[in-house]
């Protein structure tokens, strides 16, 4: 069983920044597949960003240049650094491990994009 926890959603004006933080129950030198989703109100779940093995990274198009998935495995913690947000970020954030197991997703968190 796996438990992700996600922080660091908030309301921001458009240009600014926010750093989501996911940490792990469980070692997240165990989980090569972790990262991120979001979900606008009435729509399905999306990708947004994603670790392929430990380092490798990968990015939806939108938000390439813009948003850096990084971990601390140390803390056991993955986050994504958001910068200059749009209002079409505006989403909940959901943090999601992929397992031998199954898929594992946290609670989401807020993120508002508004001036």
């Known amino acids: 069983q796996v438990q992700l926890v996600e922080s660091g959603g908030g309301l921001v004006q458009p240009g600014g920044s926010l750093r989501l933080s996911c940490a792990s129950s469980?070692?997240?030198?165990?989980?090569?597949?972790m990262g991120w989703y979001r979900q606008y109100p009435g729509k399905e779940r999306e990708w947004v960003a994603s670790?392929?093995?430990?380092?490798?990274?990968l990015y939806v198009d939108s938000v390439k240049g813009r948003f850096t998935i990084s971990r601390d495995n140390t803390k056991n913690t993955i986050f994504l650094r958001m910068n200059s947000l749009k209002p079409e970020d505006t989403a909940v954030y959901f943090c999601?491990?992929?397992?031998?197991?199954?898929?594992?997703w946290g609670q989401g968190t807020q993120v508002t994009v508004s001036s």
């Open positions: 999601h491990a992929r397992t031998i197991y199954g898929d594992y």
């Open positions: 469980v070692s997240t030198l165990r989980l090569d597949n």
């Open positions: 670790f392929t093995g430990q380092t490798s990274t």
